[in-house]
């Protein structure tokens, strides 16, 4: 059933999950290294080539991904 279908009384029926896109943000699965994220860092890892993103924390825009050598060095060990 879609939330185009209505039920017998004629009242559209709830949207699937009925989550708010705020709820869904925060229960998606992102792939981070840890020891990026703890220098601050925003750390998402694209998962296809290995590649981290290096720019601060919810950084505003698109990720900027840098290889593992070169987050190695902004990692905190």
Not at 14 to 25: D, F, I, K, M, N
Not at 45 to 61: A, E, I, N, Q, S
């Amino acid at each position: 059933m879609n939330s185009q279908e209505h039920n017998p009384s004629d009242s559209p029926l709830p949207s699937s999950g009925g989550a708010s896109p705020h709820e869904l943000s925060s229960t998606h699965v992102t792939h981070v290294r840890e020891d990026v994220a703890m220098a601050g860092r925003c750390a998402n890892v694209h998962l296809p080539t290995g590649r981290t993103c290096t720019l601060p924390v919810r950084h505003p825009g698109a990720c900027s991904f840098v290889g593992p050598e070169e987050a190695e060095t902004i990692a905190v060990h």
